[in-house]
């Protein structure tokens, strides 16, 4: 009896041991399950930190690179191509001979303008020694005061035509010095559409191509078309890079020189015309150009990434994460959209931005930053 007693007591109290370790275990996984509950109830976030323009970004774009100076050169005198000096590559000075034309039919209109000249004079002296010889007469009995008169007029109408006369010559003979065809400017001949003996035609485009072209590239102009957004940004004498294909990883450094000052309907944006150097020849007018613009940067603003933003009823906000762990939410102005990341007003450098916020996160709610990871805008632009 004394055994079956003593087994009993053994038997409850381990089974009040068994029920005591249930309610342990079962009183530490409700306060786990809990813990666990609220600590997944925070949201996790992560933050961006804002980067200071110290010095303004630099806006992409395409653009074109044009000769500087560019003169497609035409004949002025009818005749035959009689020979040329330069062919396309050639690098010319001004008034350095192109091309000589001949001009047979132009010769002999100006012997004959030049003979017509001689004959004209001619009458105009006799005519001038016949009205002072009536001139002289005059108040004599022999000649009429309107003969007298007549004399001179026909003087005076002589003498007319030896000035147009003249007028034909000079005209004839400047023409006929355009048989040299000459350089404009300094620069490369990148063009040459006529050969010896070829049929020439003065005139303009409706005759046909130009007899030569020639360009200044030692310097050229650069043609980009900036956003309207960006066009308050541009300053005259501002600075520019620019890079081409055919010179991968080199920068060529570019000035603003002038603006159109109107947007273009169609693509809307407005011209900007730059120049660059080329005296070393590197740089092909006519062809693409990646450019940069150097636009300065606002003393007050910051990048952020633009997946932090916030359109808000109240407006654009960013959420900022506090010292107490707590979101505060921001307005903000967009100054330039980056694409990838945007320049604001409203933050300050040290202010800690959430990057890609919850929806429904509001000020006031706490948060924990996951696992200390940051997001650095500069990776994001």
Do not use: C
């Not at 150097?294 to 933003?309: D, Q």
Request: aromatic content about 4%.
């Amino acid at each position: 009896m004394r055994s079956l007693r003593t087994a009993g007591i053994v038997a409850s109290v381990a089974a009040i041991g068994i029920v005591t370790i249930g309610v342990m275990q079962r009183a530490r996984s409700s306060n786990e399950l809990r813990e666990w509950t609220e600590a997944n109830a925070v949201p996790s976030v992560v933050v961006a930190e804002p980067k200071a323009l110290g010095i303004g970004n630099g806006l992409q774009l395409p653009g074109r690179l044009e000769a500087f100076s560019n003169a497609p050169i035409y004949a002025r005198a009818d005749g035959y191509l009689k020979t040329w000096y330069a062919d396309i590559g050639t690098e010319v000075k001004a008034g350095d001979l192109l091309a000589l034309i001949e001009t047979p039919d132009l010769d002999q209109q100006l012997a004959q303008a030049r003979a017509n000249l001689l004959r004209v004079e001619a009458d105009a002296r006799l005519a001038e020694t016949t009205a002072k010889r009536w001139q002289a007469m005059l108040g004599t009995e022999a000649v009429s005061t309107q003969e007298v008169d007549e004399k001179a007029g026909d003087y005076a109408a002589k003498k007319a035509a030896v000035i147009a006369a003249r007028a034909a010559v000079d005209t004839l003979a400047a023409t006929q010095g355009f048989r040299r065809i000459v350089a404009p400017f300094d620069g490369v001949v990148t063009s040459r559409s006529t050969d010896i003996g070829a049929l020439i035609s003065a005139g303009t485009s409706n005759n046909g191509p130009a007899l030569f072209t020639v360009a200044n590239t030692r310097k050229l102009r650069v043609y980009v078309q900036v956003p309207q957004s960006y066009m308050p940004s541009i300053k005259l004498g501002g600075e520019a890079e620019l890079s081409v294909p055919e010179h991968a990883g080199r920068k060529f450094k570019a000035t603003i020189q002038s603006a159109a000052g109107t947007i273009n309907a169609r693509s809307g944006g407005g011209l900007v015309q730059l120049v660059v150097d080329n005296a070393d020849g590197s740089l092909l007018a006519g062809g693409y150009a990646d450019v940069k613009l150097l636009l300065p940067a606002n003393a007050n603003g910051v990048a952020i990434p633009a997946s932090s933003l916030i359109f808000a009823r109240e407006g654009l906000q960013v959420a900022t994460l506090g010292p107490d762990s707590k979101v505060l939410m921001k307005p903000i102005h967009i100054d330039r959209d980056m694409g990838k990341s945007v320049e604001v007003t409203g933050l300050q450098v040290h202010d800690r931005v959430i990057d890609n916020p919850p929806e429904s996160l509001a000020s006031g709610d706490r948060v924990q930053l996951a696992a200390e990871k940051k997001t650095d805008v500069a990776n994001k632009s």
